[in-house]
Every structure is written in structure tokens, then in C-alpha cells.
């Protein structure tokens, strides 16, 4: 596989992992008034888990194949930035209230990382 093709399979799977992220952060709250179904899963602490999980290999590995390059410096600060804010939201008790805007921030932040990568890729 060609190693421009993959990274830009890794960034857009990247910005679809953001995106869902984003989706059950803000949308389902909101869905939850129309159906109960939707409340069970706005709840559900395993799905945040998880999306952290599968954002985590993704995105280490675009940072990895972009150590050699000194002009990625923003793109790997902010994905790392990214991440943190979801982990701490996923994974740190303490962190409980602040949960729905940490992983909106950090959804963001990976979002726009990999789509400026995506979009400047040569």
C-alpha cells in the first residue's frame, strides 16, 4: 500500500472517529428527548471508552509516520492535545463534570489536526 494513500486513509478515519465522537457528545443528549433509547446510550460510559480506544492507534500511528518532519510540529501537538482532553474525559473520575466539553475540545481538536493534513496532503 502506498504510504500517501495510507495516511490519508489514517486522517480520514481519524476525522470519522472525531465526528462520532462529536455525534454522541452533542446529538444525543438532544435525541434523548425523543426517544429513550437515545438517553441509554448518551449515558453510556463504555461507548466514550471505546471511541478513545479506537481513536488512540489511529492516531498514534499518523503521529508516528510524521516524527521525521520538523513542519508537523502543530499537527502533532494538537492531536496529542486532542487525546489528552478525550482520555482525561473518558478515563479520569475527577474530570466527571467537565466530560461533555473536554471531548468536545478534543474531538476538535483531533478533527481538525487530521483534516488540515488531510487537505494540505501533497
Excluded at 465522537?21 to 446529538?27: K, V
Excluded at 428527548?33 to 441509554?40: E, N
Aim: glycine letters at 8%; one cysteine or more; charged letters at 10%.
Amino acid at each position: 500500500m502506498n504510504t500517501s494513500a495510507s495516511t490519508l486513509r489514517l486522517d480520514a478515519s481519524a476525522i470519522g472517529l472525531s465526528g462520532l465522537c462529536l455525534i454522541h457528545c452533542l446529538a444525543l443528549p438532544v435525541l434523548t428527548a425523543v426517544s429513550p433509547i437515545a438517553g441509554v446510550l448518551a449515558e453510556a460510559e463504555w461507548i466514550h471508552k471505546l471511541l478513545v480506544v479506537l481513536a488512540l492507534p489511529v492516531s498514534g500511528l499518523v503521529i508516528w509516520t510524521n516524527l521525521n518532519t520538523e513542519r508537523n510540529i502543530l499537527f502533532i501537538g494538537c492531536v496529542a492535545a486532542g487525546l489528552a482532553l478525550l482520555l482525561g474525559a473518558a478515563f479520569i473520575e475527577a474530570l466527571q463534570d467537565f466530560e461533555a466539553p473536554l471531548t468536545v475540545a478534543g474531538a476538535g481538536l483531533l478533527s481538525f489536526a487530521h483534516g488540515y493534513r488531510f487537505a494540505t496532503h501533497r
